[in-house]
T-cell receptor, first 115, second 109 residues
Framework: GAVVSQHPSWVICKSGTSVKIECRSL??????MFWYRQFPKQSLMLMAT?????????EQGVEKDKFLINHASLTLSTLTVTSAHPEDSSFYIC???????????FGPGTRLTVT | GQNIDQPTEMTATEGAIVQINCTYQ??????LFWYQQHAGEAPTFLSY??LDGLEEKGRFSSFLSRSKGYSYLLLKELQMKDSASYLC??????????WGAGTKLIIKP
């Protein structure tokens, strides 16, 4: 149990376009979902925390108008990278928790390349 | 401030034992996690410690000393597939994971 999926697993887009990444909890209801970004050879960097039905909480330095997060249901959260630029190229990973805040289940990640 | 320290890279031999250390300073403490991350993949859960002492799980063991802000991950009978990055993360008072930069473990035959 406790499976989290992400779609797409990789995407290439042109500079200036927008990309949407989906994160789904397949067999549990996720009260909280987290979005991370990871650059090569660096650790995970938390971008934002989202709870179902409420606005996401963004970490300092993360532009909320550029990285739009929607957590419309207990099983789905989406991250939209608007007007993507090459510096947004990264590995984006979501994770989810159910009732127990001690267990975070990670999705497989989405590799975004902006050309 | 919040800080997690772990070595950048370690090398070990197949069949041997390796210990990866982690020291942490976080706002509050709700436990210490170890994750394994292979290149290009998301992290996978290895262990969780909230009480002092050693937790053993097969070839992997994790130790915690809350008074020292210190943890280690012990890997025994190393296999080539254990080559990966090992991430230490502390769960702070807001139940947010504070991540270390990861230790890249290289296993040599």
């Amino acid at each position: 149990g406790a499976v989290v999926s992400q779609h797409p697993s990789w995407v290439i887009c042109k500079s200036g376009t927008s990309v949407k990444i989906e994160c789904r909890s397949l067999d549990f209801q996720a009260t909280t979902m987290f979005w991370y970004r990871q650059f090569p050879k660096q650790s995970l960097m938390l971008m934002a925390t989202s709870n179902e039905g409420s606005k996401a909480t963004y970490e300092q330095g993360v532009e909320k108008d550029k990285f739009l997060i929607n957590h419309a249901s207990l099983t789905l959260s989406t991250l939209t990278v608007t007007s993507a630029h090459p510096e947004d190229s990264s590995f984006y990973i979501c994770s989810a928790t159910a009732q127990d805040p001690y267990e975070q289940y990670f999705g497989p990640g989405t590799r975004l390349t902006v050309t | 401030g919040q800080n997690i320290d772990q070595p950048t890279e370690m090398t070990a031999t197949e069949g041997a034992i390796v210990q990866i250390n982690c020291t942490y300073q976080t706002s509050g403490f709700n436990g210490l996690f170890w994750y394994q991350q292979h290149a290009g993949e998301a992290p996978t859960f290895l262990s969780y410690n909230v009480l002092d002492g050693l937790e053993e799980k097969g070839r992997f063991s994790s130790f915690l000393s809350r008074s020292k802000g210190y943890s280690y991950l012990l890997l025994k009978e190393l296999q080539m597939k254990d080559s990966a990055s090992y991430l230490c993360a502390s769960l702070d008072s807001n139940y947010q994971l504070i991540w270390g930069a990861g230790t890249k473990l290289i296993i040599k035959p």
